[in-house]
């Protein structure tokens, strides 16, 4: 029947009647040959659309305008304006009953004083809205006065006498209400716009407040208090979320306890792209779909643009239906999927998944666009994939794996009604209105039931779930009337044969899987276990159902719908250390309920004879009684467990996680006594933490400390918006909404909960279980943020303050000063005192980062210092984590510290340095430089007066990683202060023969090598140990020593043939030694450099083998320039990686090599040459270091790379500018000591170099009878061609050998080319490769 309500107070009843016989009004066509089978079961009742009459029956005159009709049970319940209430039954008799006048029913604010009530007592009062509740037996009702209250019969007599109502005394607005029977919560609308949730107390009977539905000013600061009255609200069919309208338009979506879904009433909803207000959507009516999968709405326009033609106006001033498709959380339907740790969300005809995500478990850094695609041969469900999820399931973003539902199934089962997914993420089952249907995520492929009446003649009706390779379900059999729980194994086909099916006496409304039990709540109040196992039948696979206690629950549950969820746990008020029998630990030991949004647990009652029952049968230990039920929790919506167990994260995994709504999530956790100890009696063993989080949580991630959610997102779509199109306000009104993923860390609010109550122990146990996890340093940064701008911009002083614990807590791990000095660069700078008065001193801090050699820790102290001491204070730490780094050879960092003292000097102090990040190796591999830069020696070194030398050069570097070295005013102290720095540090370098080290420090830094190496000729820059130098740059550079060989073969050096060509250049740069010369990175340079030796036959055809990689190799000479005195290398152009070789003034030169034809013998001895050589990166790096001691005079160092590089050229052309009268009388003495040295040194320990001092003693004995005249040259100047020219050369070939160890910036005319390429490859390997390639010994042959 149909009850229609009039404006003028009749009720009119129609009765509904279908026409006889087999008359349809609409029936679906197929065409011929569809599989579509009309034998199908209920085909005409699913498919074809009845012919219907409807008869009026009765009309009822009530006399007064009708403002509510509600059905209620078997009568027909209708308030009308008069004050009366009538309960007319459905037949249209008034069973002789009479209208209840509201002023004689006794309203109280409980039922307890219950006849001391006062009376309404208002003659003009009527009911507004009323609705009735199942599970409360009553309704709850609004007045025209704004007051609301709940009435409710006594008894089972609905007359005035036995009526009752209890109201809550402060609301005063009520305009609407609503009623959720599941979670028995009225909803009532108030004026001000927020909703008022209210439920009723057992005991008393009172109305309690539960939570309130409001806007914040915080979220919608523009619009909390501007909504107007609120207008509808609606629970969904499935009772999880309820949607709310306002007078002045807008939709808002909450869960059952109050956590906001979706508001329309800002972001895109509210506004356009352009910043202009929308008008928000106004609605008059609105209603759900089925499951919840839509909603319905007929929505009004009122105001409208004033450009619109008046026609058009009304147009649109029709109402208009919208249709809102909504997707759902698996765990509204299924609870049983809440001790999964996926996200499964369902839509009516596709579900979304955020597992699936091929690479996972083996490869979590990969894209997670590449990851949503599963293959079959790579699996993610590898044993253990599913522990620790891969970065992609952990970050939010939008890539959801979307599976589409078979639209065969959809076709004759629509809407889908549950869904699940296993363990592993790889299976889904769905349930439609009949059957059910599964889907593998590795093939890509449905299977249904093969037979189609077995799908048609079973509903589910208690949910399913999986166990391994088996669904579990409990269905309704409508063929044999009787319910069921089955198996089907997921590998064989879908049909009943391969099911195993158990009868159960009553209809099974929830269905869970623990390990191998299986737990069902039935609509007898009754909780039942079964036992489930494999068994394998020959070829046959089936699971075997075995109950095994039941528990009856009537005295507890009220009404069988109540129930939300029943989960089985592991979890108990006993640790499992407390228990006698320790295998106990992992068995089932409680039940969990949530009825209505109370949790309750009954725990197995170990308290009788069964434990000390040593011999009993194993089995019996599953069958112990449960205790009676306690309540652990109000206002909850969802529980996580899991079965798993890790003896690591403890804490974590034995946890239990509840979602509470808008008060949003709490877990009970487990306090374990350290040690092992026995805990104490009186300390609990389990604590309950509540703890906000920003994201409706949807899973938990147990070991990885997560939750996982999500959340509505909006695309604006402004293309369709046009200023004169009539429909322009439906398009714009909405914008596309799409899903998005997301996640929270929760740890460091469980952390600071347990702090907050002096539980420090248990939070160090659960912390450090926790410190290998990727975001651990976030956690810790996180809580010491939080508490910090909570207490210190707190306007009342704090009794308790708890940064100081928290401080002392962080202590306790590695990541202390990190910690500390990350929050306080994101915290205001007004916070600081507070934060280091917990923390302590800065200074002390940045020490300890020194002594831990956690150098760019510290150097984002010296931020903190800058801004909290005086300059000389942060120069003082400056300086001493500048030294530090130098020693470190941490470059980028280096160049931070000079930028940084720098700024200091100036008192540009407002630039701090960027906190320097982790320096990232040179993709060309060594001295990285002289990109982008250009240097230059301006004059001779000695004409220079010292203490300006090296302020005079300079080095732009500008957009190299070494920023800019040099400022403009050269005299500047602070420039001063950091070269003397720099110089302490070479000359260290120098004292410890540390040449590859130098040469690093020469090139990351800029520093000016040559210049400075002029002043310490004869100070830092002299040899004073040869032997001792020749050994340390043998196991620095790698190098083999020397060994005999088995036959002696005439070097092909000792003509002159090659002589020629290096002596030309050497020559030829003598007569002006200060070339403008421009550095271009890269291996071309090597050659460059290399072809100006002449002994570089050999080599430059290992260079070309060794470097085939790099840019085409030609081998470059420099022609000199002349343009006086004005060569500056710092005024040169910048070069960029890209310049060629052949730019400005390279001119290419390579018809010499190409002419020199080798005989059989100087091949052998080039073979022989090469097998006694080291790394060919070493060998450019020794040449570079020989060409930069060469331009500085620094003719000891030139002998000694000589002599490592066996190369008696390089000695005879020292030699040869030996004699020149400017070199110190001094230094020609100590290198003729130091060769007699080297001379016993290779008879007694190393005869691999007899050989060559043997070539090259008529050039010592000419050195000794020169050192012998005691000649004393004057100083060290650029003179005639002829002897600078070979003084050069030998000079070049030592600086180059001094460079490639420490890449120095001044290269001179030849070295360049090998500069780099030694640069890049010293800077690369100058920290690794001293001993990678083992050790070289020398042997005789």
């Not at 309203?107 to 009911?127: A, K, M, P, W």
């Not at 002599?1203 to 030996?1218: F, K, P, Y």
Request: proline share 5%.
């Amino acid at each position: 029947m149909i009850a229609v309500s009039t404006a003028n107070g009749y009720i009119l009843f129609f009765h509904i009647i279908s026409s006889r016989g087999d008359k349809y009004l609409y029936e679906p066509v197929y065409p011929k040959g569809s599989p579509q089978m009309k034998g199908m079961p209920h085909f005409k009742e699913e498919q074809c659309a009845p012919a219907l009459n409807l008869e009026m029956s009765k009309i009822l005159d009530l006399q007064a305008p009708i403002m509510s009709l509600q059905s209620v049970l078997e009568d027909l319940l209708v308030a009308t304006s008069d004050g009366f209430l009538h309960l007319i039954h459905w037949e249209g008799m008034t069973n002789g009953r009479k209208a209840i006048n509201l002023c004689t029913v006794p309203f109280s604010v409980d039922l307890q004083s219950s006849r001391v009530g006062s009376f309404l007592g208002f003659t003009d009062v009527h009911i507004r809205d009323m609705e009735y509740c199942a599970t409360l037996d009553g309704f709850a009702v609004v007045f025209n006065d704004g007051k609301v209250g709940f009435i409710t019969p006594v008894s089972s007599r609905f007359t005035a006498e036995q009526l009752h109502g209890v109201w809550p005394q402060d609301v005063v607005d009520g305009t609407c209400v609503a009623i959720n029977n599941k979670y028995r919560l009225m909803a009532f609308g108030c004026a001000s716009g927020s909703v008022q949730v209210y439920t009723i107390d057992n005991t008393t009977g009172a109305m309690l407040l539960s939570h309130k539905l409001e806007l914040t000013a915080k979220q919608y600061p523009d619009i909390w208090n501007k909504t107007g009255a609120v207008k509808l609200i609606r629970w969904s069919p499935d009772n999880s979320v309820v949607i709310v309208t306002w007078e002045y338009g807008g939709l808002s979506l909450w869960s059952v306890f109050g956590a906001q879904l979706l508001c329309t009433l800002g972001g895109d909803f509210a506004y356009r792209s352009d910043g202009t207000k929308k008008d928000p959507l106004k609605i008059n009516s609105m209603s759900w779909g089925a499951e919840g999968y839509h909603l319905w709405v007929i929505s009004g326009f009122t105001s409208q643009p004033t450009d619109i033609d008046a026609d058009i106006r009304n147009i649109v001033k029709q109402p208009s239906i919208l249709l809102f498709q909504f997707i759902k959380s698996v765990l509204t339907v299924n609870p049983c999927m809440s001790n999964q740790e996926q996200v499964l969300l369902q839509g009516e005809d596709r579900l979304y998944l955020n597992c699936g995500e091929a690479s996972q478990a083996q490869n979590p850094k990969s894209s997670s666009h590449s990851q949503l695609k599963p293959s079959r041969e790579k699996s993610p469900f590898t044993d253990g994939g599913f522990e620790s999820q891969g970065l992609s399931t952990l970050l939010g973003h939008r890539h959801w794996h979307v599976v589409q539902i078979s639209s065969t199934y959809l076709e004759s089962n629509w809407p889908i009604r549950f869904s699940a997914i296993d363990k592993l993420g790889q299976n889904i089952a769905v349930v439609g209105k009949f059957g059910f249907a599964h889907y593998s995520l590795l093939t890509k492929k449905w299977k249904l039931f093969g037979n189609i009446t077995q799908e048609q003649n079973m509903i589910v009706t208690g949910g399913l779930a999986w166990w391994n390779d088996f669904m579990v379900l409990a269905c309704y059999n409508i063929s044999d009337r009787q319910e069921e729980l089955r198996v089907y194994l997921r590998t064989s086909n879908l049909d009943n044969a391969f099911a195993h099916v158990t009868k159960a006496q009553a209809e099974t409304l929830l269905l869970s899987v623990f390990r191998d039990m299986v737990i069902v709540f039935r609509a007898d109040c009754s909780i039942c276990l079964y036992s489930i196992e494999r068994k394998s039948d020959g070829s046959n696979t089936t699971a075997g159902i075995q109950v095994l206690q039941e528990v009856s629950m009537s005295r507890y549950i009220p009404h069988p719908f109540l129930v939300v969820s029943v989960t089985l746990t592991s979890v108990s008020t006993e640790n499992g250390i407390t228990l006698k029998m320790p295998q106990q630990a992992r068995d089932a030991e409680s039940i969990m309920l949530n009825l209505a949004g109370q949790l309750i647990m009954m725990q197995r009652d170990r308290s009788g004879p069964q434990i000390r029952e040593k011999d009993s049968n194993p089995n019996q230990r599953k069958l112990l009684p449960f205790c009676p039920p306690v309540v652990l929790a109000q206002s909850v919506e969802n529980v996580w467990t899991t079965c798993r167990a890790n003896k690591q994260k403890r804490h974590l995994l034995e946890a239990l996680w509840l979602s509470c709504g808008g008060a949003g999530m709490k877990v009970w956790l487990p306090l374990f006594p350290r040690d092992h100890r026995k805990p104490h009696s009186f300390l609990s063993q389990r604590i309950m933490l509540p703890f906000h989080i920003n994201i409706y949580p949807l899973a938990v991630l147990f070991e990885d400390a997560l939750v996982l959610g999500a959340v509505n997102d909006t695309l604006l779509y402004d293309s369709l918006y046009t200023r004169n199109s009539a429909r322009e306000h439906l398009e714009v009104l909405f914008p596309f909404c799409v899903v998005e993923r997301t996640s929270q860390i929760y740890l460091h609010h469980i952390l600071r909960q347990l702090l907050v109550r002096n539980l420090g122990e248990q939070a160090l146990l659960l912390a450090q279980s926790c410190a290998a996890l990727p975001y651990f340093p976030h956690v810790l940064e996180l809580m010491l943020h939080e508490v910090l701008e909570e207490e210190a911009t707190s306007r009342e002083p704090i009794p308790d303050p708890l940064l100081p614990t928290v401080a002392k807590f962080i202590t306790e791990f590695p990541l202390f000063l990190q910690t500390v000095v990350h929050c306080a660069r994101k915290t205001e700078y007004a916070l600081w005192n507070y934060l280091f008065a917990a923390v302590g001193n800065p200074k002390d801090l940045f020490e300890e980062c020194l002594m831990a050699q956690d150098l760019d820790t510290a150097a984002s102290y010296l931020i903190i210092l800058q801004n909290m001491e005086v300059p000389a204070v942060s120069r003082q730490h400056a300086t001493l984590l500048f030294n530090t780094a130098l020693e470190q050879g941490k470059w980028d960092l280096c160049r931070h510290m000079i930028r940084f003292l720098k700024a200091i000097g100036s008192g540009d102090s407002e630039t701090p340095p960027s906190t320097p990040t982790a320096q990232e190796p040179s993709s060309s591999g060594g001295f990285e430089f002289f990109r982008n830069r250009s240097i230059s020696l301006s004059q001779s070194a000695e004409n220079v007066p010292s203490s300006k030398f090296s302020l005079q050069k300079t080095l732009s570097m500008p957009s190299g990683p070494s920023g800019k070295r040099w400022s403009k005013d050269s005299d500047c102290a602070e420039n001063m202060y950091i070269d003397m720095m720099l110089w302490r540090h070479a000359r260290r370098l120098l004292e410890d023969v540390r040449l590859k080290d130098l040469g690093c420090f020469a090139a990351q830094l800029g520093f000016e090598l040559i210049s400075w190496l002029c002043k310490e000729r004869t100070r830092a820059a002299r040899v004073d140990n040869f032997v001792i130098a020749l050994k340390r740059l043998h196991k620095d550079f790698l190098w083999p020593l020397p060994i005999i060989p088995a036959s002696s073969i005439s070097s092909p050096f000792k003509n002159g043939k090659y002589r020629t060509v290096g002596e030309q250049l050497l020559k030829s740069q003598a007569a002006n030694p200060f070339l403008s010369l421009e550095i271009d990175t890269g291996i071309s340079n090597i050659q460059r450099s290399q072809s100006w030796f002449s002994n570089i036959g050999p080599t430059h055809h290992e260079i070309d083998t060794a470097s085939s990689h790099g840019p085409q190799m030609q081998d470059a000479f420099l022609s000199p320039l002349s343009k006086g005195d004005e060569c500056s290398i710092g005024s040169a152009t910048d070069l960029t990686e890209s310049s060629s070789m052949v730019d400005g003034d390279w001119t290419m030169v390579d018809e010499n090599f190409s002419t020199l034809s080798l005989t059989q013998s100087e091949l052998e001895h080039i073979s022989m040459e090469l097998a006694s050589k080291g790394p060919h990166k070493s060998q450019v790096q020794l040449r570079y270091l020989l060409h930069i001691f060469m331009e500085a005079g620094c003719l000891d160092w030139c002998i000694v790379i000589g002599l490592i590089l066996r190369e008696s050229s390089i000695i005879s052309q020292v030699l040869t500018i030996s004699q020149s009268s400017e070199v110190d009388g001094e230094m020609l003495q100590n290198i003729k000591t130091g060769l007699h040295a080297v001379d016993r040194w290779a008879s007694t320990d190393c005869p691999g170099y007899k050989p060559f001092l043997n070539i090259i003693k008529p050039q010592l004995q000419k050195l000794s009878e020169i050192t012998e005249e005691q000649v004393q040259p004057d100083a060290f100047q650029p003179a005639a061609m002829g002897k600078t020219s070979e003084q050069t050369s030998p000079r070049a070939e030592e600086n180059r050998g001094s460079s490639c160890h420490g890449s120095i910036p001044q290269i001179e005319a030849g070295g360049n080319s090998v500069v780099s390429r030694k640069e890049e490859d010293i800077t690369s390997g100058d920290e690794e490769e001293h001993f990678q390639d083992g050790t070289y010994d020398c042997s005789v042959s």
